[in-house]
């Protein structure tokens, strides 16, 4: 079976592969690739509409050098989606990761692959409850690689980063000049709670994410929206405290995992949920609550519908 994976180019620091992509996006591909399945990639380098209308010929050519030899292609993104439906030789499974419903700048565009993808996957209920159903849809959550994301010794991760062993530490989840992750917010709360070191998740490479997620004392995600973000899942992998906002499907995600907090948008709550947090003062057992998560098991999910598609 083979496959043409569609999706942004993004900035990397990973010495996993050689694409510019979200890096969930490749481990999935590798945990299917496992089963058989042949990938290829097609990087859309800008977003907007106008690029993406620009964008169409180029897709098209490229199918037609490749004599549209492949079996399925797999859009990550609704606008994503709209795009590579602009063809219809090859079935279309379309993946919603959130912003592309969540954003209303994206939400018209995304409505477009609802109605002429094959199969149209939502990462979490909460994105698929926010759009009326037009055709096939599933939810499937994008896994974490249990190989990557791993608990380790707090002490000797903090000595690879360079970090005082006696020192407080948050790690924010997102890059701060993301306006939607709320980065004004952690930092006041950090400061009420008298946290000196908010460190952004921003140019690591995996091992080093590992790392961080074992040598902090809690993630911070204060997000004012979400659609089932990587990071909690790969803190839970960590069993690493957490203190989150209430959005996408994030509850159900660490489902009352001691040591883990849902906290609202005051920054007095948020800090006094840090507290609670540092107190706490020990790792979760978040890794055995999210072995569905693992993403041997979500490969086989999506590689079920891919041969059901190919079938049909």
Same mark, same amino acid.
């Given at each position: 079976m083979r496959v043409l994976t569609v999706c942004r180019e993004i900035p990397s620091n990973s010495a996993l592969h050689n694409y510019s992509i979200a890096e969930f996006i490749y481990e999935q591909n590798q945990a299917l690739a496992t089963l058989g399945v042949l990938f290829d990639y097609y990087l859309i380098k800008s977003g907007g509409l106008k690029n993406y209308i620009k964008e169409m010929h180029k897709f098209d050519s490229y199918l037609i050098e490749k004599e549209y030899i492949y079996d399925i292609i797999h859009a990550h993104g609704g606008h994503i989606g709209s795009l590579v439906n602009t063809q219809r030789k090859i079935p279309v499974v379309t993946t919603y990761h959130g912003s592309d419903i969540n954003n209303p700048k994206n939400r018209l565009v995304s409505l %477009?692959?609802?109605?002429?993808?094959? /199969?149209?996957?939502? &990462?979490?209920?909460? !994105?698929?409850?926010k759009v009326k159903r037009i055709a096939r849809e599933i939810i499937i959550p994008c896994g974490v690689d249990f190989n990557n994301f791993m608990p380790l010794e707090k002490l000797e991760c903090r000595k690879k980063l360079g970090f005082k062993e006696s020192e407080k530490i948050i790690l924010f989840a997102g @890059?701060?000049?993301?306006? *939607?992750?709320?980065?004004? =917010? #952690? @930092?006041?709360?950090? $400061?009420?709670?008298? !946290? +000196? %070191?908010?460190? *952004? =998740?921003? +140019?690591?490479? @995996?091992?080093? /994410?590992?790392?961080?997620?074992? #040598?902090? +004392?809690?993630?911070?995600? %204060?997000? !004012?929206?979400?659609?089932?973000?990587? &990071?909690?899942?790969?803190? $839970?992998?960590c069993n690493c405290p957490i203190i989150t906002t209430d959005v996408g499907d994030i509850r159900e995600v660490i489902d009352e995992t001691d040591g883990c907090y849902i906290t609202s948008f005051e920054p007095e709550d948020i800090a006094e949920k840090i507290k609670l947090a540092l107190e706490f003062n020990r790792r979760t057992n978040g890794r055995e609550k999210i072995s569905h998560f693992d993403n041997k098991l979500i490969a086989k999910r999506v590689y079920k519908l891919y041969q059901q598609i190919v079938k049909d």
């Open positions: %477009t692959s609802l109605l002429f993808s094959k /199969v149209n996957i939502f &990462v979490s209920p909460e !994105i698929f409850y @890059r701060q000049e993301r306006k *939607e992750k709320n980065y004004n =917010l #952690a @930092r006041e709360a950090a $400061m009420i709670a008298n !946290i +000196d %070191t908010l460190i *952004e =998740l921003k +140019d690591y490479s @995996r091992e080093e /994410v590992n790392q961080l997620l074992n #040598a902090c +004392d809690l993630l911070l995600l %204060t997000s !004012i929206s979400e659609g089932s973000p990587q &990071v909690i899942k790969e803190a $839970m992998a």
